[in-house]
């Protein structure tokens, strides 16, 4: 089963957090720094493997 990507306000949130930047205006900027930290909130954070 896929997880539904999450929502914008989600997204922002996690590039505030792990990359201490305001959520910029351009899409394009937005999608690459959103990238970046849901590598690292899943590299730090991984989920409990389901059975």
């Known amino acids: 089963m896929e997880l539904d990507p ?14 201490h930047r305001e959520p910029p205006e351009d899409p394009e900027e937005f ?12 590299r730090y954070h991984p989920k409990a493997p389901r059975p």
């Open 6 to 19: 999450p929502p914008l306000a989600q997204l922002s949130a996690l590039i505030r957090h792990w990359l």
């Open 31 to 42: 999608l690459r720094l959103a990238q970046q930290a849901l590598w690292l909130e899943r």
